[in-house]
């Protein structure tokens, strides 16, 4: 006699329920990891771009403030000052942005004459416009006049971008130096002639500008993603103030100050 056989059954409605909500929560926290990765990542992606933005931006002012006042005659005045700025204005983190201006002679290059004359300078500006000097020395006395060709960077923040115009009156066109900039703010360090700073101030008047022995320079510099979380904000220090961002952009304020090595001593 042979032995009845069991009939399959399949799951019951209870299983089903049970087995569809694991499914869910385990989806869920799939997602949850996915959304998480992704978001670490583009926050790590925009710290890096910021950080390259604030390199930039410093390597270039450094090198402009650092050549300002240098002259190819040391027994001649340079035609313009060697420095100039323009306060924006305003207080606090929402300030707009200051305005710098830095001059000096177009460096020497050696030249094809002999022997080379020492006093004559060819340089590129930023715009990488060649800058010939003008203080070709007087052919009966031999005396270089002034130079009158200066090599000027004016730089200002537009566009979310630090820009370099050769010619600071512009009102438009320059070179992107950084992206990702939101606002300049410049203080100048006045000296008194012996390696020593009196003051700093964000608005010397024209006379001191001759005086001016450091400059320092603080970038507000915003990430080009969203990556905060609405309601949650950061916390950042700028110009004097506290700010809490709410537009969901990382920001950093870098701040460096240069000393102005070239500048007439009185």
């Not at 209870?14 to 992704?38: D, H, I, P, Q």
């Not at 300049?184 to 964000?202: F, H, P, R």
Request: with cysteine.
């Amino acid at each position: 006699m042979m032995a009845p056989t069991r009939r399959q059954r399949g799951l019951g409605l209870v299983e089903v329920l049970v087995a569809m909500a694991l499914g869910l929560v385990m989806l869920g926290a799939v997602g949850y990891l996915f959304v998480g990765s992704k978001q670490m990542n583009r926050t790590q992606a925009d710290q890096a771009r910021m950080q390259e933005s604030a390199r930039n931006a410093m390597d270039v002012l450094g090198k402009a403030l650092r050549q300002a006042g240098y002259k190819l005659n040391v027994d001649q005045p340079l035609a313009a000052d060697a420095l100039e700025g323009v306060d924006g204005g305003g207080s606090g983190a929402a300030a707009p942005s200051d305005t710098l201006v830095v001059r000096h002679d177009p460096a020497w290059v050696r030249d094809t004459a002999v022997p080379p004359n020492p006093l004559l300078g060819r340089e590129s500006n930023c715009e990488g416009v060649t800058v010939a000097s003008t203080n070709l020395p007087d052919a009966i006395t031999g005396a270089p006049p002034v130079n009158t060709t200066m090599i000027e960077y004016g730089f200002v923040v537009e566009g979310g971008k630090l820009l370099c115009r050769a010619d600071p009156t512009a009102l438009t066109g320059g070179v992107a130096v950084a992206d990702n900039i939101e606002r300049m703010q410049v203080s100048y360090g006045i000296g008194n002639g012996a390696e020593a700073i009196l003051n700093y101030t964000d608005a010397p008047e024209p006379h001191e500008f001759a005086r001016v022995a450091a400059v320092r320079v603080s970038l507000l510099i915003r990430g080009p993603s969203p990556n905060i979380v609405a309601g949650d904000g950061q916390a950042y220090t700028f110009n004097g103030e506290v700010v809490t961002s709410s537009d969901g952009h990382l920001r950093r304020v870098v701040t460096s100050t240069f000393t102005v090595r070239n500048q007439t001593r009185w």
